[in-house]
């Protein structure tokens, strides 16, 4: 028997099956899986997309459509595992093709060093046993917060910790902005961006060997369409990745801004901004009024992203 799960699509709440339908602005559908087991039982491709590690190599590979890959190979090892910064290969490979190439490497399932770490007192919690707090407005099902949710109590200067899971959407080219989008959007003004980048050269936008559906500053870990992620740290979709934030708001007298936003985010445990000023907000949140305090949002865009563990300690 199939299991079904709560999908969001166009403002419309639909009952389908965990390999479903997502669409994209030309509403074309595509398989979307949001569960491991069903992703793994129904397409042979996930369970060879992943990391590969060597001695002085790294290998990422991501699933496309008709059992293709797109393959980045590091020089030294994986990204925050012994990566040189050396330029990318970027390739597309077949499936006999990309289990040559990684016969030889070890695969490996890397875990953010602050998965489940424990709240301190006086955070705010948005999820307790498996349902919302009152510190929390959304959908809530499966004992998971689902993409489209937002904070109810305001904060302003806050340290906060998330976790997060990008669907499986193989059909979606890598970079895609419908290959699971969300974001982490303080204050509706500055957003981290939440994307499936896996295997993506962020560095070198015009070395992938796809053509890049999307600016790579719209990418996992940017500030959205404003700066780069320090160092590119996605993992493969339906694998639990981690934000750890430490924000200071800005600051007015009356209604004048006196000091600027500041930033610090880690990804997956790693440095990925420190300290960053942000002078306005990303995107379209440079065009809101900042604000000393407000809510957190995580964004909707018809992507059924998931996230747990989200708490928030105002300073």
């Known amino acids: 028997m199939r299991t079904f799960t709560k999908i969001l699509l166009l403002g419309t709440a639909l009952c389908l099956p965990i390999a479903t339908s997502a669409f994209s602005k030309d509403k074309t559908p595509v398989p979307t899986w949001t569960d491991p087991a069903a992703a793994l039982a129904e397409d042979p491709s996930f369970a060879l997309q992943g990391e590969y590690a060597g001695e002085g190599t790294g290998v990422q590979a991501a699933a496309m459509a008709d059992g293709q890959f797109l393959v980045l190979t590091y020089q030294g090892g994986l990204p925050d595992a012994g990566w040189d910064e050396s330029a990318l290969k970027s390739e597309i490979l077949d499936t006999a093709s990309l289990k040559a190439k990684v ?13 489940g770490k424990a709240a301190p007192e006086g955070a705010l919690i948005m999820l307790q046993d498996g349902k919302a707090t009152e510190h929390l407005k959304g959908e809530v099902k499966d004992g998971l917060i689902w993409a489209g949710s937002k904070t109810e109590t305001k904060v302003g200067d806050f340290s906060m910790h998330l976790e997060f899971r990008l669907p499986y959407k193989p059909a979606r080219t890598p970079s895609s902005q419908d290959r699971g989008n969300s974001g982490v959007y303080i204050f509706n003004n500055y957003e981290i961006q939440v994307l499936d980048s896996f295997a993506l050269d962020f560095r070198d936008k015009e070395n992938n060997a796809i053509e890049p559906q999307s600016d790579n500053k719209q990418w996992c870990g940017s500030f959205y369409k404003l700066k780069l992620p320090d160092m590119p740290m996605s993992r493969p979709p339906l694998t639990w990745q981690t934000y750890d934030i430490d924000f200071t708001a800005p600051k007015f007298e009356g209604d004048k801004k006196v000091a600027n936003a500041r930033i610090t985010v880690r990804h997956n445990g790693v440095l990925i901004h420190d300290d960053y000023e942000l ?10 009024p900042e604000k000393p305090e407000d809510y957190i949002y995580l964004q909707g865009h018809g992507n059924p992203v998931a996230y747990r563990n989200f708490w928030v300690l105002p300073k």
């Open 103 to 115: 016969q030889s490497l070890k695969k490996i399932e890397r875990q953010s060093p602050t998965m």
């Open 279 to 288: 002078e306005t907000g990303t995107g379209a949140g440079g065009k809101r």
